[in-house]
């Protein structure tokens, strides 16, 4: 898995320890120069050493904060399959909150495989795996695990039911529907016949509005269509391709679009942020949101999700939220949550690098200046500085101590008591042993 800097994540099961038949799961780190992290342990980080057989499909997906959360088969305490989970940081170390072997994701009686998962876009994953729990045929099984190693609410121990009937509910392909919960597209067998069918799961564990715990048919009929495949459409429905096989055997790949079936108003999606070294100002739209409430929530690379702040849109459902609490060279991951009738819901998160403080000067804003004259500066530091304006004949038309001003980004109007005739002048920034200049019009 790309690891987001030029590199990858690395998953494998390993038998060092056991090569009679053994296996454990480990991972490692390959820098964009092709090289082994160094901050990782030599020869990989071991993600579970259990006893008995590990490792089988294994699969991985981002954490979001440059880790990945590995899912795989495991056979260590069941010939017929549990399946378990690891997190692994962007140290290459499991992070507290999860158990040393990993998260037993589904230790239910008989078979668990056919293993797929995604990322919940919030740190933690989703999964979807084949279960013969009922002793009769197969049906299909999930999960939501979150970032801290906890079941998201509404799921449960060895997970939620996501498609049953009286046929074989099998592989099980998933794909984001952008609100937290996942869609499965999935085939259905019997010894005559192969369709496939898609399915709809919320968030919190349950079953969309109007879809049926057997799931929606969409390729049905004489001939077999099976290997479903999926992919979000990145507007919170999903494509899906198959194979499709007539009378006569001839195979076939057809694809299918499953639109998204939540109510447009309830869609809230980031409009902008703008991160400075004191604050990240940040807003989110939907449509028809006007007066909705939500909660602002924050992490770092290194922290759960916190509540930052409560707001509510404004007329227009714009939401926006001032996070003047922030740390300069500190990287902040931002989210929204809300609910849609009893339905909590969440917006995709968004990662902000708060800049250090530089020291910088802009000049007038607007330049040329028409009416005021403001300059536009940012200190470096809590230390003395000198803001200087300069006529085309060198004369010194201002010297104004800013330091006091504290480090960041600093608007000041220079016209109060002091007449600028239209011209062209030169602005000097001065702090330390640092000396900034810069052009300035104005206009009357």
Not at 25 to 49: E, K
Not at 271 to 284: C, K
């Amino acid at each position: 898995m790309a690891d987001g800097a030029g590199g990858a994540i690395v998953v494998w099961a390993d038998a060092r320890s056991d090569p009679t038949g053994g296996g454990d799961v480990y991972a490692g780190r390959i820098l964009a120069n092709g090289g082994p992290d160094p901050a990782w342990p030599n020869q990989g980080s071991v993600l579970s050493a259990f006893w008995g057989p590990q490792g089988a499909e294994l699969h991985l997906v981002t954490d979001g904060v440059g880790g990945a959360i590995v899912g795989w088969v495991d056979y260590s305490a069941s010939p017929s399959g549990d399946i378990y989970a690891q997190r692994v940081s962007a140290a290459g170390v499991v992070p507290a909150g999860w158990p040393a072997n990993g998260f037993p994701v589904c230790t239910a009686p008989s078979g668990q495989f056919n293993l797929d998962m995604i990322s919940d876009e919030s740190g933690g994953a989703l999964f979807v795996w084949d279960d013969y729990r009922n002793a009769t045929n197969s049906d299909l099984y999930g999960h939501h695990i979150l970032a801290n190693g906890t079941m998201a609410p509404g799921w449960i121990a060895n997970g939620n039911l996501v498609a049953t009937g009286p046929d074989y509910q099998v592989r099980g392909s998933l794909a984001k529907d952008k609100q937290g919960g996942m869609y499965t597209a999935f085939d259905v067998d019997n010894p005559t016949d192969h369709d496939i069918c898609v399915q709809h799961m919320m968030g919190n564990g349950m079953l969309a509005s109007g879809w049926p715990a057997t799931g929606k048919p969409e390729c049905i009929g004489p001939a077999d269509d099976d290997e479903a495949r999926a992919v979000s459409d990145g507007a919170g429905g999903m494509i899906v391709a198959s194979f499709h096989a007539d009378a006569q055997v001839n195979g076939d790949i057809y694809a299918f679009w499953v639109r998204p079936d939540l109510p447009v108003a309830t869609l809230v999606s980031l409009v902008s942020d703008e991160a400075q070294p004191d604050q990240v100002a940040l807003s989110w739209y939907g449509a028809q949101a006007g007066g909705l409430a939500a909660t602002v929530e924050r992490r770092t690379t290194q922290s759960d999700w916190t509540t930052l702040a409560n707001i509510s849109a404004d007329g227009s459902g714009t939401f926006r939220c001032d996070d003047r609490s922030v740390a300069a060279g500190t990287r902040y991951g931002y989210r929204l949550s809300y609910h849609s009738g009893a339905e909590a819901l969440f917006t995709f998160e968004t990662w902000v690098d708060v800049p250090k403080p530089v020291l910088a000067l802009y000049g007038l804003r607007p330049n040329p200046a028409i009416g005021e004259c403001v300059a536009s500066f940012s200190l470096a530091e809590n230390r003395p500085a000198m803001l200087e304006v300069f006529d085309v004949t060198g004369r010194k038309v201002i010297s104004q101590e800013v330091g006091g001003l504290g480090m960041g980004a600093h608007r000041l109007r220079l016209d109060q008591g002091v007449h600028f005739a239209a011209g062209v002048y030169a602005l000097r920034l001065i702090q330390g042993n640092k000396s900034l200049t810069a052009r300035a019009v104005v206009v009357r």
